[in-house]
C-alpha cells in the first residue's frame, strides 16, 4: 500500500507530502491544478520513462519519493532476489536531472530504472483516462480473460512447448533444404577435404615453413661464399688455386736459390712462399670445416614449393592455414551430418509430430477453460455493469477457432449490446465513453479478486459519465477501497464524496511563479470543494447543501 508521496519540484508542485489511507483517496480540483502530474510523479518513482521537461523551471532536479508498506509476496520476493532488506517498509525514489539523467534508489540504495520498474511492477496498478482504448484490442480483451481464469501458468507451460515446436520446425526446414541441395554439397566438401587433407597441413606451419626458408637461403648465401674462398685458397682442380699458384712460384724462386749462401736474397723469398703455402693451406683446412650441406639448394626448392602451395591455398579458400586446419574438421562433421541427415530428419519430423500433438492438446485444454472462465466472468462483469446504471446490457465473449499461435488456437473478443434488442457487437462500433469507463471499472473491481495489487489508481474514471450512472461509480469504487487502497482523480461530486480521504490539488499563482498544492480536507472543506464541483461556487448555499446531503449520504450509500 502506498503510505506517504512526497515531491519536489516537479513542473508547478514546488514541494508536496501527501499521506494516503488505505481505502478510497479522493483527489480533486480545477482543470489544469496539476492532477495528471500528480500521476505522472507516481509513474516516475514506479520506474517509468521520464524526460527533463517534468522539472520546474528554473531548478536542477525533481525528487518523488514514496514510502509502502505492507508490500505483496512477489514483491518481497524480487526485493530479496536484487539484494534489498524488507522490514515492513519500501523507500522508492527518483530523481530526474535537468539534463534530463536519472537516479532512482531503493530503500535508500542506488539502482537502475529497470530494476526499480520489475520491483514496483506488483505496487500499483494505473487506469488512465485513455486506457480505455486497451478495451479495443482484442489481445488485451484475451489477456483480461486468461488473468481472470487463472490460465497464465497453463499459458506459460504452452508457450514453452509451443516454442519447442517453432525450433524444431524452423530445424526441419532447414535440414529439408540442405537435403535438396545435399549431393551437391557433398561432393563440393569431398573435394574441399581431399585437397586440403592431401597436404597434411599442422597448426603454424606457414610460419614455420617460412622461417626455415629464410634460414636456409641465409645459409646458402654463407656457403657459397666459403666455397668461393676455399676454391681460391686451396682449388677444386689443383690448378688455378692460391696454393697452386704459390707452389709454381716457389717452384721457380727454387731454381735460382743458393742453398749455401745464407744472404741468399731469392731463399729467402722462398722461405717465406714456403711459410704462405703452410698458413694459407691452413686458412682452408679451416673454412672447410664450415662448409656444409645442411641445406641444399634440393630442400630449399622443396620449402619454396611448399610455402607456394601453402599461400594457394590461403588464396583459394581466402583464409589463414591455421583457420583452414580447423575448417577441415568442421567439412567433415558437416559431411557426415549430411551423409546421414535422412535419419536425422526423420528424428526430427518425429520429434515434431510429438510436439505438434502436446501443442494441440494444450491448446484445446486452454480453449475449454478460456471458455469456462467466460461463462463465470460474463456474469460477474455484467453484474457490475447492471448496478454501474447499464440495466440493459449484454456482453459475451465470442470465440472463432484461429491458426494455433503462441497464444493458443483462439480468437476471442468482446462483445457487447448496450440497448434491448440489439444484438452484441464489437466494444468499439458500440460503447461510448461513459460506458467504456464503466466497463472498464467493471473488469478492473472482478480482476480486483485476481490478482495481488495492493493499491488502484484511477485517473478520471469518470469521463462521459454523471448523475445517478456517477454515484454508482463512487459506490463501486469505495466497495473496491474496501478490498484494497484506491487513489481517484475526479471531476464528480458523487465520486468526490464518496472518498475515505479527500485531497484538493490546488494552483496558485503570485507575482513571479505559480505554485500547486496538495492537502487534505476536513469536513467542511469536502463541503465547499463538493460544492465548487456541483455549481462552480464553492460558496453557494444551494450548491453547499448538496454537497453536505452527499457527504451524509455516502455511509448509507456504501
Same mark, same amino acid.
Given at each position: 500500500m502506498l503510505k506517504e508521496l512526497d515531491i519536489e519540484n516537479l513542473a508547478v508542485i514546488e514541494k508536496a507530502t501527501i499521506s494516503f489511507c488505505d481505502k478510497l483517496n479522493v483527489f480533486s480540483g480545477e482543470t489544469g491544478a496539476g492532477k495528471s502530474i500528480l500521476i505522472g510523479g507516481i509513474n516516475a518513482v514506479l520506474g517509468g520513462r521520464t524526460g527533463r521537461d517534468i522539472v520546474r523551471t528554473g531548478e536542477n532536479k525533481a525528487v518523488v519519493t514514496a514510502l509502502f508498506d505492507d508490500v505483496p509476496k512477489e514483491t518481497q520476493r524480487k526485493l530479496e532476489e536484487n539484494g534489498y532488506s524488507y522490514d515492513g517498509e519500501l523507500l522508492l525514489q527518483r530523481e530526474i536531472s535537468i539534463d534530463g539523467k536519472s537516479t532512482a534508489r531503493i530503500n535508500g540504495k542506488v539502482t537502475t530504472a529497470a530494476v526499480l520498474k520489475e520491483i514496483a511492477a506488483d505496487l500499483i496498478d494505473i487506469h488512465g483516462q485513455h486506457d480505455t482504448a486497451i478495451l479495443m484490442s482484442t489481445d488485451n480483451q484475451r489477456q483480461i480473460l486468461d488473468s481472470y481464469g487463472g490460465l497464465n501458468e497453463k499459458l506459460n507451460a504452452?508457450?514453452?512447448?509451443?516454442h519447442q515446436f517453432s525450433q524444431i520446425s524452423k530445424q526441419v526446414k532447414a535440414l529439408q533444404q540442405k537435403i535438396e541441395d545435399r549431393d551437391n554439397r557433398i561432393e563440393?566438401? %569431398?573435394?574441399?577435404?581431399?585437397?586440403?587433407?592431401?597436404?597434411?597441413?599442422?597448426?603454424?606451419?606457414? %610460419?614455420?615453413?617460412?622461417?626455415?626458408?629464410? %634460414?636456409?637461403r641465409s645459409f646458402e648465401s654463407v656457403q657459397k661464399a666459403l666455397s668461393q674462398a676455399y676454391g681460391s685458397l686451396c682449388g677444386y682442380d689443383d690448378e688455378s688455386s692460391a696454393v697452386s699458384l704459390i707452389q709454381n712460384a716457389l717452384h721457380n724462386l727454387e731454381k735460382i736459390t743458393d742453398p749455401d749462401n745464407d744472404a741468399d736474397e731469392y731463399g729467402k723469398l722462398s722461405k717465406r712462399l714456403s711459410e704462405a703455402i703452410i698458413e694459407i693451406d691452413d686458412i682452408g683446412s679451416e673454412i672447410s670445416k664450415n662448409i656444409s650441406d645442411e641445406y641444399s639448394s634440393e630442400s630449399i626448392s622443396l620449402l619454396e614449393n611448399r610455402l607456394s602451395d601453402l599461400l594457394l591455398l590461403k588464396r583459394r579458400y581466402r583464409r589463414d592455414i591455421d583457420q583452414l586446419i580447423f575448417d577441415v574438421e568442421d567439412w567433415k562433421q558437416e559431411l557426415e551430418d549430411l551423409q546421414g541427415s535422412d535419419d536425422v530428419l526423420e528424428e526430427l519430423n518425429e520429434k515434431r509430430r510429438e510436439l505438434a500433438e502436446q501443442v494441440k492438446s494444450q491448446a484445446s485444454e486452454i480453449s475449454e477453460l478460456r471458455k469456462e472462465a467466460a461463462e463465470r466472468l460474463v456474469k460477474k462483469i455484467t453484474d457490475e455493469l447492471v448496478f454501474l446504471d447499464?440495466?440493459?446490457?449484454?456482453?459475451?465473449?465470442?470465440?472463432?477457432k484461429d491458426k494455433i499461435s503462441i497464444t493458443g488456437m483462439d480468437k476471442v473478443e468482446m462483445l457487447i449490446s448496450v440497448n434491448k434488442g440489439e444484438e452484441p457487437k464489437s466494444m468499439n462500433k458500440i460503447a461510448s465513453g461513459g460506458e467504456l469507463s464503466r466497463i472498464m471499472l467493471a473488469v478492473k473491481n472482478v480482476l480486483a479478486s485476481a490478482d495481488n495489487v495492493p493499491t488502484m489508481i484511477f485517473d478520471e474514471i469518470d469521463t462521459g459519465i454523471s448523475g445517478r450512472a456517477a454515484q454508482k461509480v463512487g459506490v463501486k469504487l469505495s466497495e473496491i477501497g474496501e478490498k484494497r487502497q484506491v487513489l481517484c482523480v475526479t471531476h464528480l461530486a458523487q465520486i468526490a464524496a464518496m472518498g475515505d480521504r479527500h485531497l484538493l490539488i490546488e494552483k496558485k499563482s503570485d507575482e513571479i511563479r505559480t505554485y500547486t498544492t496538495v492537502h487534505p480536507l476536513d469536513f467542511d472543506m469536502r463541503k465547499r470543494e463538493i460544492a465548487r464541483i456541483i455549481s462552480g461556487d464553492s460558496d453557494s448555499a444551494a450548491a453547499l447543501l448538496s454537497a453536505e446531503e452527499l457527504l451524509k449520504r455516502k455511509g448509507s450509500a456504501k
Open positions: 504452452y508457450k514453452e512447448v509451443f563440393e566438401l %569431398k573435394e574441399k577435404i581431399e585437397e586440403v587433407s592431401g597436404y597434411e597441413l599442422y597448426a603454424g606451419e606457414e %610460419k614455420d615453413v617460412t622461417e626455415k626458408l629464410e %634460414k636456409a447499464m440495466p440493459n446490457i449484454r456482453f459475451v465473449f465470442d470465440f472463432q
